[in-house]
T-cell receptor
């Protein structure tokens, strides 16, 4: 099984550009998450989706939008990138409604110049 | 506010010794706590989960304790090896039952041969 797949792995954007980070999981999980990880800040939740068709804000949602396209896919969009959004982005998934582990993708390293 | 604290200083130990990492939390009573391992350039990987009614959990050379009175979890790696060098993250569900993991900042463990 591939688990959680994120694309791209690396990206450089200019300030003001837009882009979408893609995430897909093949574990039939209902819950999916987007986190960002910055040095000294740990993983912070941007958005999450408890099921297809639902999304909710996490700790740091400003500047981002998400789409739960179907059960497998959960995308994160930066409409107008800012240098403060330079970070490593992780997508994760887990079973919904029960205590369970989260499975993470390999991350997307995004630099906004 | 809810807070998860892990020692930000790296823990350096000699191969063969027991590594002990600490996770403290405040202002919450989680039903469970998780530990993850993260290697450089990769996403976190789940290691162990311990529930509030469990004092201790073991898996091979790993042991986790959970003291809900002290609001603390200890993560032990016995007979440590250089391959155990990584960052270790604890995670709690602070969402009030939505099973959304909130992560501590992690502690880096360096095992010297």
């Amino acid at each position: 099984n591939a688990g959680v797949t994120q694309t791209p792995k690396f990206q450089v954007l200019k300030t003001g550009q837009s882009m979408t980070l893609q995430c897909a999981q093949d574990m039939n999980h209902n819950s999916m998450y987007w986190y960002r990880q910055d040095p000294g800040m740990g993983l912070r939740l941007i958005y999450y989706s408890a099921s297809e068709g639902t999304t909710d804000k996490g700790e740091v949602p400003n500047g981002y939008n998400v789409s739960r396209l179907n059960k497998r896919e959960f995308s994160l969009r930066l409409e107008s990138a800012a240098p403060s959004q330079t970070s490593v982005y992780f997508c994760a998934s887990s079973e919904a409604g029960v205590v369970s582990e989260a499975f993470f993708g390999q991350g997307t390293r995004l630099t906004v110049v | 506010s809810q807070k998860i604290e892990q020692n930000s200083e790296a823990l350096n130990i000699q191969e063969g010794k027991t590594a002990t990492l600490t996770c403290n939390y405040t202002n919450y009573s989680p039903a469970y706590l998780q530990w993850y391992r993260q290697d450089p350039g990769r996403g976190p990987v789940f290691l162990l989960l311990i529930r509030e009614n469990e004092k201790e959990k073991r898996k091979e050379r790993l042991k986790v304790t959970f003291d809900t009175t002290l609001k603390q979890s200890l993560f032990h790696i016995t007979a440590s090896q250089p391959a155990d060098s990584a960052t270790y993250l604890c995670a709690l569900d602070l969402s009030g039952g939505s099973y959304i993991p909130t992560f501590g900042r992690g502690t880096s463990l360096i095992v010297h041969p």
